[in-house]
């Protein structure tokens, strides 16, 4: 059973005001709102409820707590509210972020004097509307002026075409919005009346929020109506006096917020927002300013009466709110845009909860702060349930001004975004004011040049027709396109909810079908024509029948054809048979680059066996320990570096000492029985815990990966193609495969001619290199030079920069290509420059899939980002002897119906952009690109703590200048 406490703050948070007069218990409360349930509850336990409000002053007008008018002969404070805006004011005094304003049409015939006459009633009622302020002894007072007349300014537009005075009406409107007030010695108010013709007016009304709030449009449309239908017939005002004014409620909240109370409820919020995190970081179309900008726009949306209903169910069901419920969904919105679990949206709060200052003019809105926990993945009931204890306890703090907390808490302030809360939520379930004066029809006008005080603002109005709904937002963060998604997200999630809110948050649809269909097929429509069961040696061997004379490799001063490279190749293979070479078997190669590196890769394959490469370049320790993973049964090596490798146990075979013996055997095309579904070869990359992961890769890519190189590089048989990167590289494979897959020439360099700089720019022009594929960073540092053989360039590994591309694709083909070593190389192929694409994006290669998908495997909205997934032909079969991490990165695909389709786990952070490109973000992980190396950061620390002077150390990749990225080691 709820305590007093608590159902009284229930009430408060419907809008169900409750008092006592005598021993008689009143309410009032928006129609609806009082279910036979809560009503039966006001029955049961109604001598408690009337004993806790006479015990805590809350009974009749009575009350020692009363708000009473004050003399007028001290200084006036401002309210807690007040003093805030005023501070803001004065560290932006030329600012109009805080003028309240608006538009109506009137319709009809209208009294032009009766209606300034009504205005002039107003004013003189609230003296709100008389009020500046001033400085006394350094402290900010309210200024009542005796007596104010306005002289309504009317602006006769009638002369003007319609289209002319619609474009007129929205520039006075801008114009006197954005006029700041001086809060010294202006008038805090601007009223302006356009004519339009004799039937049809525009009232501009502009006020400073520091005597002013939304409640306040209802208090003067109210008399405006009633002091408009007495003067325009000649009649006295009839409306009653104000029993207070606004700095009577000013002086009576400073001396009610004081002791115990003030007390318990700082207690209260400190608590709530204890470690709170500063900033909700929802993705934006724009990095966030360096100084917070306040343009603005809106965008308009409705929720059908019949998902109002739905929702309402749920919340009656839970004893909770529309509001509570439409607030738990709009977090949980946020909460999968952003991935954070520690959620805080603001709500603002009439804070007119006492009967004498509902008709008063004034500035008494107050901030609540709601904060929600999503750990756990609760189910959304749950999470109502959460959101409901939550407001509740809130509504029960309210007193506090949000301005006395901002004082206590003393948030980091950053000049780029609004301390404590930068998203808020209102919904307005009271009747809605009725427009009207007498003989007059008056219609709102929206505005243009709407400000944004936050990054994201969702209000919200229950209408007969459904819950009428607008979006502010930040034009400096968002795209209209992305708020249109958005609500478009919010609305399939709603309907998901009434649809089944016992499911998990992570498990309620953000896209509709149509979008899903989009993302998940549409996007990802690739299939192309390849050769699924041939693998790749023997697509060399096809092309060995078609081009035996052309030149197949290059090296120095030496070269084979295609069939002088198929008949070493062959005699290798026979060789390797005959010491046990079948497939599943993997055979070592640490050779220099050379003929006898292309020799032994293809003799290895043709044998049916899988190679490891390995970098003689490499340290020791990391050959030894490749070694000793892959137990490698044989080692292929050449004479110079035999003596080299670190300890193992392999036989080694010398590919130029060796040569007489090899070459006895025949040189027919060996049938080794392999299929595509063997292994081809097995790569070491960078590892988390210090040590490298075996990638196993099998024939089944390696085909694809064949044809859509050579149709998307436009490789022809005339072509010359650069060797540029080490065989341990998963990168060396397309080189390979283009060349040797379409009669192409391999022209490979010792390594002291790839370096970078001038001895490559002349390798490239004395070779006529025709397509080269570099690191970006290897690109940048290339001097400029003349190159008319050149192509086709193609970077990967990392992103290159717009003034790459654009320096590189003049004349040729750029391409950028993204794909880790797990999915054959590369999953993505995207062109460049030509076509205007000039920021470097990922798109699905041929018969591969793309998926970005959240921590729960759901697909992300359109900009929201996710870890990128990969799918379709060439995923690896895993990382050898590592079956834990096989099952944490290969993970069965549920977007497919194939059996045994799978996904592989990149760590890359993406998000999809609107026209299906993707855009790369990150790494999820600690792992790093580098001249297009994937490096675990981990891998390098765990290596430095071996020395016995090291005692800690952490490594970080740095980028101090565009494009110069390195690693940099912090040792202890």
Known sequence: MKTIDELL?????????????????????????????????????????????????????????????????????????????????????????????????????????????????????????????????????????????????????????????AKEVQRLSIEQSQRPFDLVQDPLFRFTLLQLNKQKYIWLYTIHHIVFDDWSVGVIIRELSALYEAFSSGKPASLPELPIQYADFAVWQRQQLQGEKLKSQLSYWKQQLSNAPPLLQLPTDRPRPTVQTYRGAKLSFLLPKSLTEALKAIAQKAQATL???????????????????DIIVSSAIANRNRAEIEGLIGFFVNVLLLRTDFSGNPTFEELLGQVRKVTIGAYANQDLPFEKLVEELQPERQVNYNPLFQVSFGLQNTPKVKFELPGLTLTPVEVEGTRALLDLRLDMTETDSGLESFWEYNIDLFDAATISRMSGNFQTLLEAIVENPQQRVSQLPLLSETEQHLLLREWNQTIAPYPKDTCIHQLFEAQVEKTPDAVAVVFEEQQLTYREL????????????????????????????????????????????????????????RLAFMLSDSQVPILLRTQKLVHEPPQHHAQVICLDADWTTIAQESEQNPDSGITVENLAYLIYTSGSTGKPKGVLVTHEGLGNLTEDKIRTCKVKPDSRILQYFSLSFDASIPELVMALGSGAALHLAKLE????????????????ITHITLPPPALAVLPAAELP??????????????????????????????????????????????????????????????????????????????????????????????????AEAFIPNPFSDQPGSRLYKTGDLACYLSDGHIKLLGRLDHQVKLRGFRIELGEIEAALVKHPAVRETLVLAREDKPGNKRLVAYVV
């Open 789 to 886: 053989a050149l192509q086709m360039v193609l970077v990967g590994g990392e992103a290159p920069s717009p003034e790459l591309i654009a320096q590189w694709s003049k004349g040729r083909l750029f391409i950028n290509a993204y794909g880790p070593t797990e999915t054959t190389v590369n999953a993505s192929m995207v062109e460049c420059g030509n076509d205007g694409q000039k920021i470097p994006t990922v798109r699905p290669a041929a018969n591969k899939q793309l998926y970005i998908l959240d921590k729960h495997l759901q697909p992300v909205p359109i900009g929201v980002p996710g870890e990128l997934h990969i799918g379709g032909v060439g995923l690896a079969r895993g990382y050898l002897n590592r079956p834990e991490k096989t």
């Open 753 to 768: 001619n790839l370096l970078p700089g001038p001895a490559l720019i002349k390798l490239l022009q004395e070779q006529a």
């Open 566 to 621: 198929n008949q070493r190749a062959n005699q290798l293979a026979h060789y390797l048979n005959k010491l046990g070479v079948k497939p599943e078997i993997l055979v070592g190669i640490c050779v220099e680059r050379s003929l006898e590196m292309i020799v032994g890769v293809l003799g290895i394959l043709k044998a049916g066996g899988a190679y490891l490469p390995l970098d003689p370049t490499y340290p020791a320790e």
């Open 323 to 341: 509001f509570m419920t439409l607030l738990s969904a709009f977090k949980l919105l946020l909460y999968r845009y952003s991935g954070q679990e």
């Open 9 to 165: 703050s229930y009430f408060q948070s419907l809008d169900v005001r409750l008092w006592v007069d005598g021993d008689q218990l009143h309410y009032n409360a928006p129609e609806g709102t009082l279910t036979p349930t809560l009503k039966s509850q006001l029955r049961e336990r109604k001598s408690d409820i009337i004993d806790f409000l006479q015990k805590n002053d809350f009974a009749s007008s009575s009350s020692i707590n009363s708000i009473l008018p004050i003399p007028r002969d001290k200084e006036l404070p401002l309210s807690f509210a007040q003093q805030r805006l005023w501070f803001l004011q004065q560290l932006q005094p030329d600012s109009s972020f805080y003028n309240e304003y608006g538009a109506l049409q009137l319709t009809g015939s209208l009294d032009i004097a009766a209606f300034e006459q009504s205005l002039n009633g107003i004013v003189r009622r609230h003296e709100a509307m008389c009020t500046t302020f001033k400085m006394v002894e350094g402290e900010p007072v309210q200024t009542i002026a005796p007596s104010l007349t306005l002289t309504l300014p009317v602006v006769d537009l009638c002369e003007l075409p319609e289209a002319e005075q």
